[in-house]
């Protein structure tokens, strides 16, 4: 029955779209001559005054002959095509009733009749709008499922999962058309009814990434983790990777807590220490060289040449005081290599992030809607 109807459709929008002057295809009954010398709008009143006094033998023919008229516009060729259907489902053919009802619901797809029409023309208008919107939802089936077949991911779901660990989602949505609006993981223990959809938050460099907390894969037997990744447009899920879902095993593991230093900082505080003691060891250097040659110059001296007071003086004072910065040097890399020391048991080794990315939070959704 769906062909029948989808040629019909088509038929009906070659005549919306056809000029005002065109001549529709007759009604079951037949028009009077010389339409052109009445205005539609006049030709309308008149059936609908005709369908409310209930001679509806005389409806359908005035309906078809406004509809030939020239001047009129969009909105009364709908409130004809509503006048025909319903007399000719009373007085005709059924089936004569279907046509006008189908270029009327091809215009207007939420068009329902009155509460108080007839039965017999509710009846003939069920049918017809029944079967418009099956064909009507096949096609946007269609088109969804090609537009579909156009997204590409470029990501993977995780082989497995530390438990207390955060689990991590990069991924990348191909998208020639732009139709993607967003992106979010579905996941799940195994055994659960319901999913948790986390939205994941897209970068400048157009990827979506977000994290499960450390807290959610945190068990003490382990678990399996199920998910999935899908994507949707602005009316709903589109395409997804891993459906229907991606077994992820989940190793037993308390929750990981954050540690507070960052490797850049321990990294700095041994560049500072490895810095302090190069200094601390070039200040020795000198202080052994100046004291040495204090020495040697204080040998030399002779009665016959005696070594210059005020040099001896003014090499004697510089060479304590390169051994005083000699000194505080190495006790200021010993209190840093101290530092640096306590800075490692607290250092995050591995650069994770255990905290979630700033955005939405997760939601709770049924299966349904993940297998969407």
Not at 84 to 89: D, K, T
Not at 141 to 149: D, F, P, V
């Amino acid at each position: 029955m769906r062909a029948p109807l989808l040629l019909s459709l088509s038929v009906a929008c070659s005549t919306l779209a056809a000029p005002p002057g065109a001549k529709a295809p007759p009604a079951s009954a037949t028009p009077p001559a010389k339409s052109e010398t009445r205005r539609a709008a006049a030709l309308i009143d008149e059936a609908r005054a005709l369908y409310d006094g209930l001679e509806y033998d005389k409806v359908a023919p005035l309906a078809a002959l406004a509809l030939m008229a020239p001047d009129i516009t969009l909105d009364q060729k709908l409130v004809a095509y509503q006048l025909q259907g319903s007399a000719l489902a009373i007085i005709g053919d059924p089936v004569d009733a279907e046509r006008p009802f189908l270029l009327l619901l091809s215009v207007r797809p939420d068009f329902v009749v009155p509460e108080d029409t007839p039965p017999k023309i509710k009846s003939v208008f069920a049918k017809v709008k029944g079967e418009f919107d099956a064909v009507r939802e096949a096609q946007e089936a269609q088109q969804r499922k090609e537009l579909a077949a156009t997204i590409e991911f470029d990501a993977t779901l995780p082989a497995a999962v530390d438990g207390g660990r955060p689990v991590r989602f990069d991924v990348g949505v191909a998208d020639p058309r732009g139709v993607v609006k967003s992106v979010r993981v579905q996941y799940r223990r195994q055994g659960e009814t319901e999913f948790i959809g986390l939205p994941l938050r897209r970068t400048s460099s157009g990827r979506w990434v977000g994290v499960v907390s450390g807290e959610w894969t945190a068990s003490e037997g382990g678990f399996t983790m199920e998910a999935l990744v899908v994507v949707a447009d602005q009316k709903g899920p589109l395409a997804s990777l891993g459906a229907p879902v991606t077994s992820i095993p989940v190793t037993a593991g308390a929750l990981a807590r954050k540690l507070p230093v960052p490797v850049w900082v321990l990294g700095t505080s041994v560049g500072i220490t490895g810095a302090v003691a190069i200094a601390a060891s070039g200040l020795t250097a000198a202080t052994a060289v100046q004291n040495a040659d204090f020495h040697a110059r204080l040998a030399a001296a002779t009665p016959e040449n005696p070594a210059n007071g005020a040099d001896i003086v003014a090499q004697q004072r510089l060479g304590e005081s390169l051994n005083v910065a000699a000194w505080v040097s190495w006790g200021t890399a010993g209190v840093a290599a101290v530092v640096t020391g306590v800075l490692a048991l607290f250092t995050d080794w591995n650069g994770e992030d255990l905290e979630e990315p700033p955005g939405p939070g997760p939601s709770t959704e049924g299966p349904a809607a993940a297998a969407r």
